[in-house]
């Protein structure tokens, strides 16, 4: 029973950091259409600047929360950047044409994330107030693991509050569902994708900031997460928020239980379940029949 | 006939001169820039002539390769044969792989060849009773004289000039014309008679198979193989070489190959930033040459046509 719970709760930490990274590539594409290949580098980045951050405010108390608030602004001035010299050329091309030129920018920002901070895997340390671990009956739960968690409900929270009950949420909503409507209503449709993709950056860099809790920052961390996190894209329906949330928890409790039994094939496992569900139901778990292809 | 055949032999010439002039690092180069003629071909196969964005060729260059190297070290079978198992097994992943993907269309066609290679690669990664796991497979030498890079490149050259030829012809037959006319509009190629999802899959094995065929060639090139062949990485290099040399036009796999592998050399030389040079080099393709380096040139040279060639789907 303990080893089950334990699984669990790994399982939902998982989640929660699968939920983080996927849920602004899957905004992005909900609102925009677009696949954005170098979302996982500007997760990567982010760690970085959360260890640079950190290290720059060794000598301060609240040094570690202080680089988790400061990565996230600088990753949103970083994605202002980006959306203006890119990402707004793209919007309007064609699939193929998004694909590759995100796939460059993965080539472009790899080598100057080299360039920056070199090749070592680098280590943030924890504040004292992560290193715990709660006690709850016979169960033993670190205190990180229970701050992803909840760092993963409340971005989760708070997107979905963004969504559904502000007016920006509506009209992000109304982009999604019928895009050609917003520039005849007199909505600047520029400044809401440059919205939602400084959101989807911000959300990356939390994902980010939160890596750094759990392992080493280094060149590889984002290449291991990107099939995974577009297969909890692709399970959940691409470009639906409700869908990555529950896709991001199937494949957390999928991996960590099968890290138990079969680690083998632990990640094989996703990306079979993210194949039968593309043959199936090509429109993911909750998305929407019809709207792609 | 005799113009026919005048351009095909005169550029089996030029392409020969490199083999007998160059220093030996050179020929390796160029081996590497042949084998990946075909690797470029399988993907712009599938993208340039069909419309289908394949992120997931790295796949059956790695089936090739680990079918050539397993029968090579394993099974102890003779060169010619390994290279056969090698090209056929990567054929028959294409297949079974294949038959799933092209139910699929654009952006799901897409993720799912991303998510086939990554499997493959996993499975090469983990198994490592069988494939060596990340350790790969070394020595893989060539028999007697293909020991010697410059008899392997003109191998090489013999190989991918048949094949290249072979893609040549595909390109021109009925049959490229209905794939074609896929990518142009499926539903009016269903229209007119075209099984799309057969069509799709022949091409998708036929990709699969030049990607394997390259993969075989790469193994006693390098030596070893590696189950990083069939990463998303891998496959992205596919993908760019075929739209550096421009996805739909009949040469673009091999200017966009050649190019690649030749500035990779060379500014590897000097640089380690070669992902930096070759971003920004497709940023200035993507926005600025559309058609590719072959479409550049075919615009310059006032071909009318140029203008369709652009490698895009529709």
Known sequence: MELIINQVFSGLVRASLYF?????????FGVVGTLNMAHFSLYMIASYFTWTFHNLLMDYRFSFWAAFVLSAMTMAVLGIVI????????????????????FAMVYIL??????????TPLFVSRPDILTTIVTVGTINLPATDIFILLLGLASGCATWYLLARTSTGRILRAAYSYKEMLPALGIPIHRTYMGIFVLSVVLASIAGSAWTMMGMVDLGQAHSLLIESFCVMVIGGMGSFAGTALSAVICGLTYSFAILYVPKIATLLIFALAGIILIV?????LGQAGRLH | MRTKWLIPSCSVAVLAIPGVVLGEFWVKVATEAV??????????LLYGQTGLLSFGQGAYFAVGAYGFALSMTSLHLAFPLCLL??????????????????????????????VVAQSTFYVIFQGYGITGGDNGIQGLIPPGALQNPRVYYFFTLVIVGVSYYAYYRLVGSPFGLSLRSIRENPTRARFVGIDVRKHTLKAFVLSGMFAGISGVLFAPFTRTVVPQMADWMASGKAVFM????????????????????????????????WPLIIGLLIFLI??????????????????????DERGQIS
Not at chain 1, 84 to 97: A, F, P, S
Not at chain 1, 110 to 119: E, F, N, R, Y
Not at chain 2, 87 to 114: D, E, H, K, N, Q
Not at chain 2, 249 to 270: E, Q, R
Request: glycine share 12%; with cysteine; net charge negative.
């Open chain 1, 110 to 119: 790899d080598d100057i994330t080299l360039v920056a901070w070199g090749s």
């Open chain 1, 20 to 28: 983080l990274v996927t849920s602004g590539l899957t905004l992005l």
């Open chain 2, 35 to 44: 084998i990946m003629v075909l690797f470029a071909a399988s993907f712009s």
């Open chain 2, 286 to 307: 993507v926005f600025f040459v559309p058609g590719g380096l072959t479409g550049l040139i075919a615009s310059y040279a006032g071909n009318p046509d140029a203008h």
């Open chain 2, 242 to 273: 075929g739209i550096l040399g421009g996805a739909a036009h009949l040469l673009g796999p091999l200017v966009g190959a050649s190019v690649w592998v030749f500035l990779d050399a060379f500014v590897s030389g000097f640089t380690v930033h």
């Open chain 2, 85 to 114: 198992i090698g090209i056929v097994s990567a054929a028959l992943w294409a297949w079974l792989t294949g038959y799933l993907c092209v139910r699929l269309a654009g952006i799901y066609f897409a993720i799912m060849t991303v």
């Open chain 1, 83 to 102: 959306e203006k010299l890119v990402m707004r050329r793209l919007y309007e091309r064609e699939l193929g044409e998004q694909l590759l030129i995100t």
């Open chain 1, 281 to 285: 139901r090509p429109w993911g778990l």
